[in-house]
């Protein structure tokens, strides 16, 4: 059974671009969480997507997005680049539990 | 209040001993309760879920929920240097989806 694969697994961006990164969950899975973690504040929760929709936010302002498709893979975006969103990203499967699958996360640099 | 709160050590125990991790939520409800691991440069992996009052045991790791105090703990049973990772505490309210939030994490050596 495939794991959470996540890409990239690496990036640096310049301030000012905007990037999009891309999460596809254990199979049979339909619940995809997002998580920004840094040495400073930990796993901090961005959102979380189940059959195409949203159901839960934190606490991220608006430049941080997401979105679901039919087949459960989702992608987050960040646009507008600050040097404090450098920071791994990383992508959580649920099933019909909260038990979370993390991939091995995208570390994104922006310079 | 932080919504989930652990100390973030250094815990420093020996190997063969056990290490104790704890953990304080903030009640809002409804509740899962899990521990990951996160070994440096890596990503967190579950170890344990509890879902109700008291002890759940899985090889040398207990996990123990007491609701009343809003705590939860983690022990490990003859501690191995492989041990030696971050143990994040997390706790999920029923929010009629899944928002997880996590604590700091603890780091935990294990001294050979």
């Known amino acids: 059974k495939a794991g959470v694969t996540q890409t990239p697994r690496y990036l640096i961006k310049t301030r000012g671009q905007q990037v999009t990164l891309s999460c596809s969950p254990i199979s049979g899975h339909r619940s995809v969480s997002w998580y920004q973690q840094t040495p400073g504040q930990g796993l901090q929760f961005l959102f979380e997507?189940?059959?195409?929709?949203?159901?839960n936010k934190g606490n991220f302002p608006g430049r941080f997005s997401g979105r679901q498709f039919s087949n459960s893979r989702s992608e987050m975006n960040v646009s507008t680049l600050e040097l404090g969103d450098s920071a791994l990203y990383l992508c959580a499967s649920q099933g019909r539990t909260a038990e979370a699958f993390f991939g091995q996360g995208t570390r994104l640099t922006v310079v | 209040q932080k919504e989930v709160e652990q100390n973030s050590g250094p815990l420093s125990v020996p190997e063969g001993a056990i290490a104790s991790l704890n953990c304080t939520y903030s009640d809002r409800g409804s509740q899962s309760f899990f521990w990951y691991r996160q070994y440096s440069g890596k990503s967190p992996e579950l170890i344990m879920s509890?879902?109700?009052?008291g002890d759940k045991e899985d090889g040398r790791f207990t996990a123990q929920l007491n609701k009343a105090s809003q705590y939860v703990s983690l022990l490990i049973r003859d501690s191995q240097p492989s041990d030696s990772a971050t143990y994040l505490c997390?706790?999920?309210?029923?929010?009629?989806?899944?928002?997880?939030?996590f604590g700091a994490g603890t780091r935990l050596f294990v001294k050979a």
């Open positions: 997507y189940f059959s195409e929709t949203q159901r």
């Open positions: 509890i879902y109700s009052n």
């Open positions: 997390a706790v999920n309210w029923d929010t009629g989806g899944f928002k997880t939030i």
